[in-house]
């Protein structure tokens, strides 16, 4: 409500403002400084090795490659473990649905899809150099990129448009970084040296700013969890556990427990003893906290009553994109490529986020957007299975079409209540086949890229042959929802949903089927009938006694 | 026949009563906390001071099923037809005209036939069905997940707990305006069951019974 009104009166203020056409939200003419250290702040390491001793990692190095290399000299089989991981092939073929699934697969609400935009999506790539996505990644050892995680010095950076390497030693003006920073020419060595375990810097820099800038996915995934307060992030705070995301992603040979596409929503070992020393691959709340975490006191028993149906997700993140960082909360791409009256390009800025960043509710090359803070979930049934309309499945148009679906029944005993980000978006589909569409949106000098181009025809047929799928040649825009399981930012204790947030007449759980919530309902069929009961018995008291009164005669004997 | 005033609710069945006032209304407060017709109460500790009430009174609910039993105070509550018409027919019209209540507490059986009747309804039916639907309730994720279509048992067990709260506020409104109704006043009607004592007519035999083996249970007759 708040940011609807700050939406509004933006608008209305709202300055007509060229921009250069950028992909990016963020854009600065300038040649950026490298940072002095990391941007988290993470417990020492407990390696018995210091790289910066190194022979090896003291030479120069003149691309990303370089360095890897020498990494590999010692790490010999660390570049076959990343190419095997979805970190590195983008790739994923659901173990329940069978679908094929991955960045490389998948349409989303967003830029559409990472398939016919590379090189700006592959910037978050963890290698270098993948350019085609009708290809697989890079096969050569030498394009994983190890420092993107395992930098420490803080000044690694990947180029926001160059296919996952670094920005050239020569930066032009208006170049930036993945996440949207002015580009500036990283020291290989510097990195080299400092390499250690990834902090929450390696992994937000390309997580916390997917989508194209900081927040615009996930929506509780932000910049603001880099040095979060307790109140944003209980884990992540450097005054609460400060713990980095492989303290529950933890990794086994590279690869990493935690997907959105199949979540993992409950542990089957959640009340395993836990030896010393051993593995713990499942990223769940319950992994550590167990599936009775509350104090066993006769509230505590009652809330422990509720993880069978609550995601415990559901009253520990009361809101998500809290701590200043907006998420994007509709992306209508129907409205976009209007022009002023100069025929140049419309930058509108009309939200300001907490932190007095201003971003745009219009842009000609993206259309109108919308974002939100403090952002209550849309909660739904969730076994953790997702399915992607993508452009196999033939979609109603007629309707909101679900970007992806998530499954979930609340009689499958193992479906709970979880919360989401729900993303409301207008997007391209092809009218002739009813199927969603792969766009090639960015593709700077390119005749076909939609941006710069502004032709949705071209922009679709080319993302279509990008993938290898038919275009029928007639467009359309559907309303779309894209789904994203809200897990980050766990508030304190204290700060968990009260009781009341679910347990009243209009409480966030209305409209959710297959729960009964006490005090939701007061008015219903037995509670009229017993208002009436009682009604009854008032009024026939009050009569009874006022014919007494009237009659006079009580007590005369 | 002579009217004497005697001990008719011993210390326990008074406890017995203030408790359960206290239990019961303290249940209504936070049950219908609970169901969402006020928020004088946050809902989390309505729900633990409900529990916790319930299981109190529970637990003075065996208490005193043990007491009526050993006792044989239970023979007070079993219903009977005999002179029901004369009460309904008091109610109903004789109340308006000035006439005297027809029943007479006697010594062996202090409610008249529709107290008797109501207390039988009250705790055969009304009773069991709010603590077994409460304890149901209460226990629901012990046995939910044994259940298809758990959350419809549960709406079901919601709704007849919630229902027989009603009719026992129902009662509740009744009780209550009946004390009034009589010629002694509301205040005549309560203190009974405070200090224990009432007027009770008694046969000839019960009172020498009385006099000679329970003497403590008969206040000495005035002037």
């Known amino acids: 409500m708040k940011n609807l009104r700050k939406l509004i009166a933006a608008v209305g203020i709202g300055a007509v403002v060229t921009a250069p056409a950028l992909a990016s939200e963020t854009t600065g003419a300038k040649v950026g400084t490298p940072p ?11 390696s018995t090795a210091d790289h910066s001793k190194f022979e090896i990692l003291k030479k120069e190095f003149a691309s990303g490659p370089d ?22 092939s983008w790739d994923f073929t659901h173990p329940d649905t069978g679908q094929s699934l991955g960045k490389s697969k998948v349409i989303n609400a967003f830029c559409g899809s990472v398939a016919g935009n590379e090189p700006r999506c592959t910037s978050c790539h963890v290698g270098y150099g993948w350019k085609d996505m009708s290809q697989p990644p890079p096969q050569a050892a030498s394009a994983v990129d190890c420092l993107v995680c395992h930098d420490r010095s803080g000044q690694y950076a990947k180029s926001a ?5 670094v920005p050239p030693p020569e930066i032009k003006p208006g170049m930036i970084t993945m996440t949207g920073a002015p580009a500036w020419p990283v020291d290989l060595n510097k990195a080299a040296q400092s390499v250690g375990l990834p902090g929450r810097d390696n992994c937000g820099n390309c997580h916390f700013y997917g989508g194209g800038g ?16 307790e109140s944003v992030d209980v884990h992540m705070s450097p005054d609460g556990e400060n713990m980095v995301c492989a303290t529950c992603h933890v990794s086994d040979k590279h690869q990493w427990p935690g997907s959105r596409y199949d979540v993992t929503a409950t542990d089957p070992h959640a009340n395993d003893p836990l030896k010393p020393g051993e593995r713990r691959d499942v990223a769940t709340c319950e992994s550590c906290h167990s599936d009775s975490p509350h104090p066993a006191t006769l509230a505590g028993l009652k809330l422990d009553d509720h993880t069978n149906t609550l995601a415990c997700q559901t009253c520990h993140i009361p809101s998500f994109a809290r701590g200043g960082v907006a998420t994007k909360t509709l992306w209508d791409w129907s409205t976009a490529g209007q022009k002023d009256e100069n025929g140049k390009i419309i930058k509108r800025k009309g939200y300001t986020q907490a932190d007095g960043k201003e971003l745009p509710t219009y842009v000609t090359m993206k259309g109108g957007m919308a974002y939100g803070e403090d952002v209550v979930p849309y909660y739904a049934w969730f076994d953790g299975q997702v399915e992607y309309a993508n452009a196999e499945r033939e979609i109603d148009p007629t309707g909101v079409v679900d970007v992806n679906s998530i499954k979930g029944d609340p009689n499958d005993g ?26 090639h949106v960015f593709g700077p000098g390119s005749d076909t890229a939609y941006w ?12 279509m042959q990008k993938v290898g799928l038919d275009y029928s040649g007639e467009y359309g825009f559907v309303d779309t929802y894209m789904y994203w399981p809200i897990t980050h930012m766990v508030a304190p204790a204290e700060q968990a949903l009260s009781c009341v947030e679910c347990h009243s007449a209009d409480g966030r759980m209305a409209g959710l089927a297959g729960v009964f919530l006490p005090g939701t309902d007061s008015m219903n069929w037995a509670g009229m009938l017993g208002r009436l009961m009682v009604l009854a018995a008032l009024l026939g008291v009050l009569a009874h006694g006022a014919i007494r009164l009237l009659s006079g005669k009580e007590g005369e004997q | ?46 729900v633990t001071v409900h529990t916790i009430a319930a299981l109190l009174l529970l637990a003075l609910w065996i208490f005193s099923t043990f007491w009526l039993v050993t006792t044989g105070t239970w023979r007070q509550f079993t219903p009977t037809l005999e002179g029901m018409m004369h009460v309904i027919f008091y109610y109903a019209v004789g109340v308006f005209k000035g006439k005297k209540h027809p029943y007479r507490k006697v010594l062996w059986r202090k409610h008249n036939p529709l107290q008797a009747a109501t207390y039988f309804v009250l705790k055969w039916i009304v009773f069991p069905v709010i603590w077994i639907t409460g304890l149901l309730y209460l226990t629901f994720n012990f046995w939910g997940s044994a259940v298809t279509d758990a959350s419809f048992w549960l709406w079901l067990l919601a709704n007849l707990h919630l229902l027989a709260a009603y009719v026992i506020v129902t009662f509740l409104i009744i009780h209550l305006y009946l004390l009034t109704v009589g010629g002694h006043g509301f205040g005549a009607h309560v203190k009974p069951m405070i200090t224990g004592y009432d007027e009770v007519e008694l046969t000839a035999e019960e009172e020498a019974y009385l006099e000679a083996d329970e003497p403590w249970r008969l206040k000495p007759q005035e002037g």
């Open chain 2, 1 to 46: 026949m002579v009217k004497r005033i005697v001990k008719v609710y011993p210390r326990f069945e008074r406890f017995w009563h203030w408790s359960q006032v206290i239990l019961i209304l303290t249940l209504m407060v936070t049950g219908f906390g609970i169901n969402g017709l006020h928020g004088f109460v946050s809902f989390g500790t309505a």
């Open chain 1, 452 to 463: 710069g181009n502004f032709d949705w025809n071209k922009a679709i047929a080319a993302g």
């Open chain 1, 161 to 165: 448009t160059g296919a996952g390497h």
């Open chain 1, 414 to 439: 193992q479906s709970r209540i979880w919360p989401f980000k729900r993303m409301e978006g207008r997007q391209a589909y092809d009218k002739g086949l009813n199927r969603l569409v792969f766009t």
């Open chain 1, 214 to 229: 900081d927040n615009v996915k996930h929506g509780d995934l932000s910049s603001a969890l880099y040095m979060p307060e």
């Open chain 1, 36 to 46: 002095a250290g990391p941007k988290s702040i993470t417990a020492p390491g407990t």
């Open chain 1, 67 to 88: 360095v890897t290399e020498a990494c590999l000299s010692c790490h010999t089989e660390a570049s076959d473990q990343v190419q095997h991981s979805i970190h590195y």
